[in-house]
């Protein structure tokens, strides 16, 4: 506690001008500028304590919400899935789990990018993306649903919508699937994730792998983008940062062609290892 307040005596040498000031006089009365200075301690002093409780407040939720979040994706998950035996979660916080599947084209498909038995770690983080964007594609075309949008609240209310939580669900039995049949060569699945939810101004999750040779860990999100999109593949690290300038640069154009610019990787440098681009 002593910590957080450190650093604050900025703030209080300026009380002294913010009371000179409320006076309206170039040579305040002593006594009206101390009781003004003294009104201003304590107001600041209140603001303050009163950010520290709903942080403290905000830390406890999050840790509960993390809990929940990952012992509802152990739920649903199924964690010997064949391609015809899957579970897609829908409407917010997998309120339904549906049982789907995939043909056999499509799993050729899925198959085929992870092709190359001497990959690199990086190259098989490229094709994870990929192959996210089209699983998601293939999953919606049998449920019927369309377009999974991007985010939470733009398509909230739209009947088969998702939130970061069945993202993230949708995510491992994807990343299950691709482990469970021997298609991973230099990465497992790893834990669900929470962002610190004052980055971004709420709560968000990500599924991650790990890297077996250097143990990193790496997010592996399709939250931010429609449905098809390749998903954001970043160090862990890099993940917790704000995101929102990332996706709002590899978002897809008019929903034809997606916009992955020089930028994104310049900012990004491990998205070079995920998007292809840079």
Known sequence: MMVYWQGRWRQLVAVGLVAHIATGSAKPDPKAWAKKSGEVIVRLFARQAALLFLLGLLSACASQMEQWASERVDEVVIREPTPQALVYCTNYGCEEAHLVSLTEVQWTTIKAYFADPHRTAAEERLAIAKAAGDYEDFILQQTGIGVDVGGTLVGYGRPGQTDCVDETANMIQFLVLLEHHGLLLHHTVDEPVL???????????????KETESGEIWSVDSWYFDSGHPAIVLPIDMWREDLEPLAACMKQDGGEELKEQAACSDAYPALAATSGSG
């Open 195 to 209: 962002k610190d939810p004052r980055v971004e101004g709420w709560f968000h999750f990500t599924a991650t792998i």
